[in-house]
């Protein structure tokens, strides 16, 4: 597709499951970020990547919480031993570049729901 | 580090009034700016954006924002606002160096008929 691609887009699962969430950016974007809005919360920046370089873990509120991305394209959002708080819906977004001028294009989400 | 305050959190107009939705941000230099809407269900859409030049862009849908440096403000606006418009709007700025958008709360526009 042409766009951004997030799956699922809707998670259920237990307390304490690990999830993968996934982001497939539009094709030839270098950059990629993830974001996660909840209430009361608005959007909060999780991670960025840029190419080969290091990602930008800054916005992680956890080491529960990881993402990986793989061969400069798809990506994965991880958390692990998932806590009620983590419901919320994460959205990812990529740049043909990391430069501040380059206007984010978001996926639809993935909502997430830990019972 | 750069902050985005959006004062109106719900805001009520009826269709083919005019709209305003408020957006400040503080900020030392001039940042990109941006206004997003988000429908139910649905990721953000870029309405507009703002980076140097003219200091009223127009976007799409017939969204337009106007950025006032003294006032660090980055206000948008629709001349009638019709009933498709009812979503959440975002403001956001980038600084240029940092890596992440930040963005404001957000205000939810309800348009009745």
């Known amino acids: 597709g042409a766009g951004v691609s997030q799956s699922p887009s809707n998670k259920v699962t237990e307390k304490g499951k690990d999830v993968e969430l996934r982001c497939d950016p539009i094709?030839?974007?270098?950059?990629l970020y993830w974001y996660r809005q909840s209430l009361g919360q608005g959007l909060e920046f999780l991670i960025y990547f840029q190419g080969n370089s290091a990602p930008d873990k800054s916005g992680l509120p956890s080491d529960r919480f990881s993402a990986e991305r793989t061969g400069g394209s798809v990506s994965t959002l991880t958390i692990q031993r998932t806590q009620q708080e983590d419901s919320a819906v994460y959205l990812c977004?990529?740049?043909?570049?990391?430069?501040?001028?380059?206007?984010?294009?978001f996926g639809d989400g993935t909502r997430l729901s830990i019972l | 580090a750069q902050s985005v305050t959006q004062p109106d959190i719900h805001i009520t107009v009826s269709e083919g009034a005019s709209l305003e939705l408020r957006c400040n941000y503080s900020y030392g230099a001039t940042p990109y700016l941006f206004w997003y809407v988000q429908s139910p269900g649905q990721g953000l859409q870029l309405l507009l954006k703002y980076f140097s030049g003219d200091t009223l862009v127009q976007g799409i849908k017939g969204f337009e924002a106007e950025f006032k440096r003294s006032q660090s403000s980055f206000n948008l606006r629709k001349p009638s606002v019709h009933w498709s418009d009812a979503a959440e709007y975002f403001c956001a700025v980038h600084t240029g160096t940092a890596s992440k958008l930040t963005f404001g709360t957000g205000t939810r526009l309800q348009v009745t008929l």
């Open positions: 977004a990529s740049t043909q570049g990391g430069l501040g001028n380059q206007p984010q294009h």
């Open positions: 094709s030839g974007h270098t950059a």
